[in-house]
């Protein structure tokens, strides 16, 4: 009792306080401004001069040790942890922001500079090693193209979706609507899960071997007619199939089960209420998610160089002869160059070309897969 | 045309209780009868989407066959005269030093890219403006959209400014033998070695692992979070005691997630890395991966040689099958326990 009352007349005697001592919000800034200066001074001194990679790796961690100091002093050690903590988190974030920003601007300046019309409508046809050291020399335009490889990259992309979106958003209609979970569809589940992870260039290997099994049976000896852009597109199939139908699923199951019961209720056949109720319903999801995987497919390099060689020229045959497609010509320029020495600097150009239009190309369709599902997706309720 | 009903409810004493029974309208729901009437349409379309499911586990059964198919002659020429094989003394002595190179070159992406990824994820989650938080995710959603070669690309552009990082590592870590210089002090003169293809493959790998543990930090039940920050916990404190415990088993499958693809990963290590035997240093030229290995010598591949690239190619499939169902266990445990 008496201590009971010694405690309260304590608490009384001294108001307990509500906030806590806290640094101004500007403190964060003056000390970053500081430690940056600091580190250009250290720069200039220890390695005598103005250093850009040293200047940020000193900066980051002056103002770490900076922070921590200025914050423990004066708001407390567990306020000080937090700070750095969130100093750090945030430097992880601009850090990763830095190879992205290199890689688009080294994409655009030098794709930019080397990217004319003729490059987008010529072949590699008639292509001399001579056209290229004339060019370095510079008396001549740039020679050569990849639109043997736009060409190529569009009909393999298209024929690889002819192939994987009926059976992958039929599986997930499969998995959604008709497995009721049961073993099958368990299996299923974890196969897809697992064949997204199958390497690029297993999936292939895979389709090349598929392929010239099935030409070893018919054509014996014949292996090399594997190679078509047919191939390809299979191989772009196994990896497409996995991301469309877990796209699929994720959007089929957030179809609310109200509307397919009340498709039920009206004595609508279960087939009817999935292809007029349920698809269209979440038609913005699985076209979005369709366009995620066109995406993440059209920059793929390793299966179509393993299926589909490196053709030189225009090709619209699917079912015979090797094809280009921009990602293999990007290989192919970069690392077997038309004309070796100086003059491989005009096959590289011509690659950074290429990568400038697969960039902007793979940026577009992201892109578009965000504009279809906010355009197309179903009107919220009154 | 008779009105069809998918489930026909009928009350036990209502007329016509059989399913048939269509032109009937519905009786009331006391009672649910589970028989559905099955049409043509029903049998086409489940068929359907049976076959596609089918399909896909024939497919990845496929996978594993026509390569074991075609690796015929490879496990033939090991059998009855192993000096054959690349290298003359027998598919494991060549396959090996290469599954060493695949593993180290993931490692070490796995082991830059991971705090990167918790910290992403941690900064766009928790610490980011609420409003800019979707826009910065997008950003590095951006890193994962962009193709492979052209990572292969810029990784070659900028080897070179690598040398003189590596050059000082030499001279300051080369007493650890993975940045040790070569016999006369010197290190790569292009840059083009793995540890350069491994930093490539960690900022590969870094979205992917950033979006799923993005993933699992969104789920953290937010009556803890605001718990832990109601008892006086500061926003780091809350993070630790709340966000990451919950997040823990999220985050190891995630990381081996990318180590999957970290493993599968072609082009960028097949541009960037100049090939070489085994070495344990990792800034002079050498060592090269399963998935380079191939990329770079099917072209020109014929005959024998065709047929062991696929079979290496067989073992990346099979290491990386591995390590994805590794972390898919993880996942299915842990959301059994979760629920």
């Not at chain 1, 309260?8 to 307990?16: D, G, L, N």
């Not at chain 2, 770079?296 to 024998?304: D, K, R, S, T, Y």
């Amino acid at each position: 009792m008496t201590t009971m009352n010694t405690t309260t007349e304590a608490a009384v005697s001294k108001p307990a306080k509500l906030t806590s001592k806290q640094l101004p919000k500007a403190t964060p800034w003056i000390v970053a401004v500081a430690s940056i200066l600091v580190a250009i001074v250290i720069s200039f001194i220890a390695f005598g001069g103005f250093n850009i990679p040293v200047v940020a790796v000193l900066a980051g961690l002056i103002n770490a040790i900076a922070v921590f100091a200025v914050s423990a002093s004066y708001e407390g050690r567990r306020k000080a942890v937090d700070r750095i903590a969130t100093t750090i988190v945030t430097s992880t974030f601009v850090l990763a922001c830095v190879p992205l920003i290199s890689l688009l601007w080294l994409t655009v300046s030098k794709g930019g500079a080397a990217i004319s019309g003729d490059l987008l409508t010529r072949t590699m046809l008639g292509m001399k090693g001579v056209l290229d050291q004339q060019y370095v020399a510079g008396e001549a335009t740039l020679a050569g193209g990849f639109y043997h490889a736009i060409v190529g990259t569009v009909l393999i992309t298209l024929a690889a979706c002819v192939i994987s979106i009926p059976i992958g958003v039929l599986t997930a209609i499969y998995l959604v609507e008709y497995s009721n979970k049961n073993r099958l569809g368990k299996a299923i589940t974890f196969l897809v899960d697992v064949m997204t992870g199958i390497p690029s260039i297993v999936a292939g290997l895979f389709a090349f071997a598929l392929f010239s099994t099935i030409a070893n049976v018919l054509l014996p000896g014949a292996a090399g007619i594997a190679k078509t852009g047919f191939t390809a597109a299979v191989a772009l199939s196994v990896l497409m199939i996995p991301i469309v139908v877990r796209n699929t699923e994720e959007i089929l199951r957030l179809v609310p089960m109200d509307l397919r019961e009340a498709s039920y209720a009206l004595g609508v056949p279960k087939w009817k209420t999935i292809v007029k109720i349920v698809l269209p319903t979440s038609v913005s999801g699985i076209l979005s998610g369709v366009t995620i995987a066109i995406a993440r497919v059209i920059g793929e390099t390793a299966p179509i160089m393993v299926t589909a060689g490196f053709a030189k020229t225009l090709n619209w045959n699917l079912f015979s002869g090797w094809m280009s497609t921009l990602p293999t010509f990007i290989y192919d320029s970069q690392l077997r160059p038309v004309s070796p020495g100086a003059a491989a600097l005009a096959s590289s150009e011509r690659a950074w070309a290429a990568a400038l239009v697969l960039v902007a190309l793979v940026m577009v369709l992201n892109l578009l897969a965000r504009i279809i599902a906010k355009v197309l997706a179903p009107k919220a309720g009154r | 045309m008779p009105i069809s009903t998918q489930t026909t409810e009928s009350g036990p004493t209502g007329p016509g209780s059989t399913p048939e029974s269509g032109q009937k309208p519905p009786q009331s729901p006391a009672t649910r009868q589970q028989k559905a009437v099955v049409r043509p349409g029903d049998r086409i379309f489940s068929a359907a989407t049976l076959i596609a499911g089918i399909l896909i586990l024939v497919i990845l059964a496929g996978v594993a066959l026509f390569l074991l198919a075609q690796s015929k002659d490879t496990i033939t020429a090991q059998i009855s005269d192993p000096s054959q094989i690349t290298g003359g003394k027998g598919f494991f002595s060549y396959v090996w030093p290469l599954v060493i190179g695949t593993l180290i070159s993931a490692a070490i992406a796995l082991i830059v890219a991971t705090p990167f990824s918790l910290g992403i994820a941690l900064f766009t989650t928790h610490m980011a403006p609420r409003k800019l938080a979707p826009v910065l995710g997008y950003v590095i959603d951006l890193l994962a959209a962009i193709p492979s070669v052209v990572y292969g690309l810029w990784g070659i552009a900028l080897a070179g400014n690598l040398t003189g990082f590596y050059l000082w590592l030499s001279k300051w870590f080369g007493w650890i033998p993975i940045f040790a210089p070569a016999a006369d002090g010197s290190v790569s003169q292009t840059g083009r070695t793995l540890l350069t293809a491994s930093l490539v493959l960690s900022i590969m790998i870094l979205p992917i692992i950033t979006s799923l543990t993005r993933e699992i930090f969104l789920q953290t039940p937010r009556l803890q979070e605001e718990a832990a920050l109601a008892l006086g916990a500061t926003r780091w404190e809350m993070i630790r005691m709340a966000v990451l415990p919950f997040g823990k088993s999220g985050i190891v499958s995630a990381t081996m997630l990318g180590l999957g693809r970290a493993l599968g990963e072609t082009m960028a290590v097949a541009m960037i890395l100049s090939p070489g035997v085994l070495t344990a240093s990792l800034v002079v030229s050498g060592n090269q991966t399963i998935a380079s290995e191939i990329a770079q010598n099917f072209p020109e591949a014929a005959g024998l040689r065709l047929s062991e690239l696929i079979t290496v190619g067989l073992v990346l499939f099979v290491i990386t099958l591995l390590v994805n169902m590794g972390a898919r266990a993880i996942v299915a445990r842990t959301s059994v326990k979760g629920s």
